[in-house]
């Protein structure tokens, strides 16, 4: 899996991958992000309803590639296409949940009223742009900064150091926080949280 830092390493991360016309899988919020993307699919919708994957992967047609750029949503709508179609996926996560490295994805029969999902996704790389999550709502930001720290810590340090996983949700917290109150202080950027 290829990782690269910024939004600035698409266009070369691309052209890296042979893709010269990918389609952007997102939601409204990033719909009009100036991207190197040839088609544009805006429509993902929360827990990626079937209806929403079919519509997603015919906007595919014609593309070299899938760029999906959003939250778990969003991921998970561009994994489906990806695995639908076989191209490759560049994943731009916008949440800390970890989905983009899964093959597998999820998605919501509306008519049975289930979760399904399926998996073969072709995720080739991840971009990581800490600042798409800047604009975060402030509870959408807050949940997946601890669902991000629990994971990140939860398999051994818990183990080892009792407490350890509430005390990085905390300090997630605090430095999300102090993001959120001043948006010109970028405090966790530079103490390199996101950006090694």
Known sequence: MIVRWGLDELAPLLHELGSAS???VTSARFAELDLPVAARFSGVRRH??????????AAA???DGVVGLGGGSAIDTAKAVSA???LPLVA??????????????GM????????????GA?????????RLTLE???GCAATAAEVGGACAAATTVDALVPGAVAEGRRAIWELGQLELRDPDDRPFLRQGIFIP
């Not at 731009?92 to 994805?105: A, I, K, Q």
């Open 48 to 57: 990626s309803p079937l209806d929403t994957v079919s519509a997603a992967t």
């Open 92 to 105: 731009v996560p916008t949440t800390y949940s970890g989905s983009e490295w899964t093959f597998y994805f």
């Open 136 to 138: 975060l709502p402030v």
């Open 84 to 86: 639908a179609t076989s």
């Open 122 to 130: 072709h995720t080739a790389a991840v971009v990581y742009e800490p």
């Open 108 to 119: 919501r029969d509306e008519v049975r009223g289930l979760k399904t999902g399926g998996s």
């Open 22 to 24: 990918p389609l952007l």
């Open 61 to 63: 047609a014609g593309a």
